[in-house]
T-cell receptor, first 112, second 114 residues
C-alpha cells in the first residue's frame, strides 16, 4: 500500500465550477501538507502549504487537512481554463525532515 | 531572479550507457533534492543534500545511481549502465533549508533509454 493515495483522474469540469481534489494517507506522523501544481512539461510549483489540521485559504484556493481521517483536500473556486494542470499532494513528518512523499497526481481539465 | 535550471532538457541513450544529469540550484539555497517522475506516477524521492551534511541517499533505487554536489551548489546525478526502466523525468529542486522548506523545481530532464 502506498503511503499517499491520490485519484489520478482525469477530472474534467466546466469553467466556473468548484473543483475538489483529495488525498488519503496512512502515516499518522505526517504533519506538513502541501499541494503542488504541475503544468505539462514543467516542474511542480507550490500552491499551498499547511501544518496539522484545519483550513487555509489563498485566493480561489482552499486547503483542508483532517488528520483524524488522514484526508486532505484542495478546493478551487471559480475554476479557470488556466487551472488545467496536474495537482500533486505532498506531505512530510516534520519541518526538518528531508523526505517529502508525493501523491501520484490528479490531472484536471477545465472546459471553457 | 534565475530559477532552478537543469541540463540537458532531453536525453536519449542506449541501454548500458552511462548518463549524467546536471542541476543548477537557486543561488543561496542550501538544500537540493533529486526526484524521479515516471509516466502517470508521482515524484519518487532519490537523494537530498543539505549544506555540508552527509546526503540522504535513502531513495536511490540501486547502486547504479549516484549523485554529488560540488561546492554546495551544482549537482550531478549519474546513472551507470542505464536500463529501460530508468526512462523517466528527473527533477531537481532546491530550497533555502529553513523551516518552511518551500521547494523550487527545475523543468526536469526527460531521459529515454532505448
Amino acid at each position: 500500500q502506498k503511503e499517499v493515495e491520490q485519484d489520478p483522474g482525469p477530472l474534467s469540469v466546466p469553467e466556473g465550477a468548484i473543483v475538489s481534489l483529495n488525498c488519503t494517507y496512512s502515516n499518522s506522523a505526517f504533519q506538513y501538507f502541501m499541494w503542488y501544481r504541475q503544468y505539462s512539461r514543467k516542474g511542480p510549483e507550490l500552491l499551498m502549504y499547511t501544518y496539522s489540521s484545519g483550513n487555509k485559504e489563498d485566493g480561489r484556493f482552499t486547503a483542508q487537512v483532517d488528520k483524524s481521517s488522514k484526508y486532505i483536500s484542495l478546493f478551487i473556486r471559480d475554476s479557470q481554463p488556466s487551472d488545467s494542470a496536474t495537482y500533486l499532494c505532498a506531505m512530510r513528518r516534520h519541518s526538518s525532515a528531508s523526505k517529502i512523499i508525493f501523491g501520484s497526481g490528479t490531472r484536471l481539465s477545465i472546459r471553457p | 531572479g534565475a530559477g532552478v535550471s537543469q541540463s540537458p532538457s532531453n536525453k536519449v541513450t542506449e541501454k548500458g550507457k552511462d548518463v549524467e544529469l546536471r542541476c543548477d540550484p537557486i543561488s543561496g539555497h542550501t538544500a537540493l533534492y533529486w526526484y524521479r517522475q515516471s509516466l502517470g506516477q508521482g515524484l519518487e524521492f532519490l537523494i537530498y543534500f543539505q549544506g555540508n551534511s552527509a546526503p540522504d541517499k535513502s531513495g536511490l533505487p540501486s547502486d547504479r545511481f549516484s549523485a554529488e554536489r560540488t561546492g554546495g551548489s551544482v549537482s550531478t546525478l549519474t546513472i551507470q549502465r542505464t536500463q529501460q526502466e530508468d526512462s523517466a523525468v528527473y527533477l531537481c529542486a532546491s530550497s533555502k533549508g529553513d523551516t518552511q522548506e518551500t521547494q523550487y523545481f527545475g523543468p526536469g530532464t526527460r531521459l529515454l533509454v532505448l
